[in-house]
């Protein structure tokens, strides 16, 4: 299994950064995407940005140009840097790793824009 801890979030102004950390622990060499998800209040969850174990990314349309996905494979720990932040990107974000077979999630993260 597949172990993953958020961290990062926060209450931001508009325009201001974060950098959200997903850290994996467990059996890692199975994972083959991570991806990073959100939730905001009264909405469905929505994918936002993938990596894959070969580095490859994606991203929604609503952020691209503003939120770059990593990842420190010595660190095990998958980044999402964002930038320009707007309001409505408050929402609860969600680190996920795909195996193949089955997938894991951490618990979330709050992340605020606000003035």
């Known amino acids: 299994q597949v172990q993953l801890v958020e961290s990062g979030g926060g209450l931001v102004q508009p325009g201001g950064s974060l950098r959200l950390s997903c850290a994996a622990s467990?059996?890692?060499?199975?994972?083959?995407?991570m991806t990073w998800y959100r939730q905001a209040p009264g909405k469905q969850r929505e994918l936002v940005a993938t990596i894959t174990s070969g580095g490859s990314t994606n991203y929604v349309d609503p952020v691209k140009g503003r939120f770059t996905i990593s990842r420190d494979d010595a660190k095990n720990t998958v980044y999402l840097q964002m930038n320009s932040l707007k309001p409505e990107d408050t929402a609860v974000y969600y680190c996920?790793?795909?195996?193949?077979?089955?997938?894991?999630w951490g618990q979330g993260t709050q992340v605020t824009v606000s003035s």
């Open positions: 996920n790793a795909w195996t193949g077979s089955y997938d894991s």
């Open positions: 467990g059996s890692i060499f199975s994972i083959n995407i």
